[in-house]
Nanobody, 127 residues
């Protein structure tokens, strides 16, 4: 079983950048696919990006493709989400989630695929 803790959220102006971190404990991170989701008030949880094994496949939602970059460093037990050109519509609580690589099914940005979740970090983009 893996435990996940997110950090790096905050308040940023439109056009700014943030880097979110998801640190794992309790199990080897290299056995898991990791995803980032977000949830704005009154909206469903939305898949943002996901990454398989280190150096492996990555997927992005159309809303963030070209602006966000997911990466992982298994030696540091961490996955990162670099967010650039932030817009007010990116405001949400961001969660990381994990699933064993053997169970990393499609659709890869569906929250139902992932078994383990962090508590989330707030990202607020002011206009």
């Amino acid at each position: 079983q893996v435990q996940l803790v997110e950090s790096g959220g905050g308040l940023v102006q439109t056009g700014g950048s943030l880097r979110l971190s998801c640190v794992a404990s309790g199990s080897n991170l290299d056995s898991y696919a990791i995803a980032w989701f977000r949830q704005a008030p009154g909206k469903d949880r939305e898949g943002v990006s996901t990454i398989g094994s280190s150096g492996g496949r990555t997927f992005y939602s159309s809303a963030v493709k070209g602006r966000f970059t997911i990466s992982r460093n298994d030696a540091e037990h961490a996955v990162y989400l670099q967010m650039n050109s932030l817009q007010p519509e990116d405001t949400a609580v961001y969660f990381c989630a994990a699933v064993p690589l053997s169970e990393w099914l499609t659709p890869r940005l569906s929250p139902f695929v992932y078994e383990y979740w962090g508590q989330g970090t707030q990202v607020t983009v002011s206009s």
